[in-house]
């Protein structure tokens, strides 16, 4: 589904879900940020057995607010249930291309009866804004609306893109999407990522590597083990051998300074049926879950996983099948890239601290965005750095004030930087 203008019979996100949209005129960006962060976070935008429209009642709302700005919108259907949403601003005059990049849809908030609030309920308490995706990211799109719309307002030169992309928190199927659209390839300059990161400017993230080993053997009766081949014991020692490959390349590259160590983690172990305790398994699962640093090449360790599940399993007399579920490599803007320059610039100007660099412990829709279609990006965005997925989530509404006031400057600050007129003459993106 692609959805480039609106029409008088079309019907609004707002009257879709129910609720209001904030003011488009109004003067205070602030308050209509956090008005419409609490909106995104009462609508329940994770998935379910049962949902099939995850982020569907989040974009078209978005998507009416940023044509009731005057912006161009696109909402295209990546998956079922599962738009992206696309605003383009075109400046006064050609120039640079800033893109600030966001998703609505969340993790499962778990059992209701752990959180001391309703897990959506969007209210404010002590300045807290409560609710699942209120940090990871709801804050942060509606910050980065409220910027775009605050920089459009005051006037700029070049073109800003605000993209709201589904399934960041599965396999980011929209980043991925938009990574091969003609937008993405038609000269996007930087990108700011608004992820929780507690204040941190964060140019570099963590890359991850999600796993599958398979190890092969033969069934057998339980009381006839000299029958089969059984692949759990060479599973016991396949994982000491990765606990061993995990110290030996951490003691390689050491920690980074804003990231930390590497991590290669087995998160879940399969094999046999509790229903047929007498019966050797003919195969045994493990998922590994890899976190890795700038230095450590993906190619590289990924041949020496499958080395050391090959060999295990030969001495053993099973096979073995490493499958690559997905390969995120890590990010590693340069400081002195221009979009984390007019962060930097933009946080001290709206804070009167100098920023502090950090890094992502995950990945991000950046990840893809840098991996498939080589752009810079930079996370900064409201809320804690280690809130995300946890209960009783909150995001402290100053944070929302400061990153979409820090946002709006760092917008003013790149675009008004270098001379690229020219650049961005098109109009139909």
């Known amino acids: 589904m692609t959805d480039s203008e609106s029409t008088d019979a079309e019907v609004t996100g707002a009257q879709r879900t129910g609720a209001e949209l904030p003011r488009q005129d109004s003067a205070d960006l602030g308050a209509a940020a956090v008005a419409l962060t609490q909106t995104l976070v009462r ?13 569907t009642p989040a974009a078209h709302l978005i998507a009416d607010l940023m044509r009731s700005f005057g912006w161009i919108v696109t909402v295209e259907e990546v998956a079922a249930g599962r738009p992206n949403v696309v605003g383009v601003i075109h400046g006064e005059t050609p120039g640079r291309t800033l893109m600030f990049e966001g998703h609505v849809d969340v993790v499962t908030p778990g059992d209701s009866e752990n959180w001391s609030f309703p897990p959506f309920s969007g209210d404010i308490v002590d300045g807290r804004l409560q609710g699942r995706g209120s940090a990871d990211m709801k804050a942060g799109v509606a910050a980065m609306i409220y910027a775009a719309r605050g920089a459009q307002l005051a006037g700029f030169a070049g073109r800003i893109v605000v993209a709201v992309l589904a399934d960041e928190e599965g396999m980011m199927v929209g980043a991925k999407h938009f990574a091969g659209t003609e ?22 993230a963590k890359g991850a590597i999600r796993l ?12 006839m083990p000299h029958q089969g081949r059984n692949p759990l014991p060479t599973m016991g020692s396949f994982l ?19 990231l930390g160590r590497f991590y290669l983690t087995p998160t879940v172990v399969a094999a046999g049926d509790p229903s047929q305790v007498n019966v050797i398994p003919a195969s045994a699962s493990v998922y590994l879950d890899i976190r890795t640093i700038p230095g450590i090449g993906h190619n590289g360790l990924l041949h020496l996983i499958t080395r050391l599940a090959q060999q295990i399993t030969a001495d053993a007399g099973l096979t073995a099948v490493v499958t690559v579920i997905d390969d995120r490599p890590p990010v590693d803007t340069p400081e002195d890239a221009p979009v984390v320059r007019a962060l930097l610039e933009a946080h001290e100007a709206k804070t009167g601290r100098a920023a502090v660099l950090g890094g992502v412990p995950g990945t991000t829709d950046g990840t ?7 752009l810079q990006t930079v996370v900064y965005g409201p809320g804690g750095k280690w809130i ?13 004030l400061t990153c979409r006031a820090v946002y709006q400057e760092a917008a003013r600050i790149f675009l008004s930087s270098g001379d690229l007129a020219g650049r961005n003459e098109r109009t139909d993106s």
Not at 45 to 50: A, I, L, P, R, S
Not at 388 to 400: G, R
């Open 212 to 223: 599958r080993v398979d190890l092969h053997g033969a069934m057998a009766h339980g009381a």
């Open 388 to 400: 995300a997925h946890m209960q009783d989530e909150y995001v402290d509404v100053a944070d929302i």
């Open 240 to 258: 000491m051998g990765l606990a061993e490959l995990e110290r030996q390349v951490a003691e390689s590259v050491g920690a980074h300074p804003h």
């Open 43 to 55: 609508l329940p935008t994770f998935v379910t057995g049962d949902l099939d429209d995850v982020e």
């Open 183 to 204: 937008l993405a390839a038609s000269g996007i300059d930087g990108v700011i990522v608004g992820e929780p990161e507690g204040g941190e400017v964060c140019a570099v």
């Open 368 to 374: 893809i965005l840098t991996r498939d279609a080589g």
